[in-house]
Antibody, heavy 116, light 106 residues
Framework: QVQMVQSGAEVKKPGASVRVSCKTS????????ISWVRQAPGQGLEWMGW????????DYAPTFQGTVTMTTDTSTDTAYMDLRSLKSDDTAVYYC?????????WGQGTLVAVSS | EIVMTQSPATLSVSPGERVTISCRAS??????LVWYQQKPGQAPRLLIY???IRATGIPARFSGSGAKTEFTLTISSLQSEDSAIYYC????????FGQGTKVEIK
């Protein structure tokens, strides 16, 4: 079955960068885009962008242009999301997600806390 | 960017009552719409895809309808375990989410 397992929680200082990983299994990694979604505490879901592992092409939501980079490693079927110049309002749970057939699959989420 | 607008923001409903949540798209998304349920501390759970197709394992009391710009999620008879936040999301052009509707049990 499709699984998406994310890396553990991170605590970062303002101005730092963070990398969140998303290890996938159970489907053909290169065939489906992987999206990243952010959810700040008590807030809704915000799509950050996606990457097509087959081509490594990524599209980013305007809010995140210039601060996020999404990459993939097809040798390990893992996606990465790098967020730089962290601010306190980047504190959130970050999810990876993909849609295989008509079914979306989500990682368990990774809490990134930004605090001085 | 396609903007998704949900209403209402909050609903307080007695068990057994009918719940209706609306979602409006700023431009046509055809039937490229899903509904999620999210409970505290959990990832979103797919309820409906293709605007009206129930996902595997979802109880029949959940139904979706609509197309183009107007969509509705209906819970025909609210159960206590349905207390959650519900989101619509379009996937016609990238992804965008509605702001969520919190359903509380009265």
């Amino acid at each position: 079955q499709v699984q998406m397992v994310q890396s553990g929680a991170e605590v970062k200082k303002p101005g730092a960068s963070v990398r969140v990983s998303c290890k996938t299994s159970g489907y053909t990694f290169t065939s489906y885009p992987i999206s990243w979604v952010r959810q700040a505490p008590g807030q809704g879901l915000e799509w950050m962008g996606w990457i097509r592992p087959g081509t490594a092409n990524a599209d980013y939501a305007p809010t995140f242009q210039g601060t996020v980079t999404m990459t993939t490693d097809t040798s390990t079927d893992t996606a990465y999301m790098d967020l730089r110049s962290l601010k306190s309002d980047d504190t959130a749970v970050y999810y990876c997600a993909t849609v295989v057939g008509s079914n979306p699959y989500w990682g368990q989420g990774t809490l990134v806390a930004v605090s001085s | 960017e396609i903007v998704m607008t949900q209403s209402p923001a909050t609903l307080s409903v007695s068990p057994g009552e009918r719940v209706t949540i609306s979602c409006r798209a700023s431009q046509s998304v055809s039937s490229n719409l899903v509904w999620y349920q999210q409970k505290p501390g959990q990832a979103p759970r797919l309820l409906i895809y293709g605007a009206s197709i129930r996902a595997t394992g979802i109880p029949a009391r959940f139904s979706g309808s609509g197309a183009k710009t107007e969509f509705t999620l209906t819970i025909s008879s609210l159960q206590s375990e349905d207390s959650a936040i519900y989101y619509c999301q379009q996937y016609k052009a990238w992804w965008t989410f509605g702001q969520g509707t919190k359903v509380e049990i009265k």
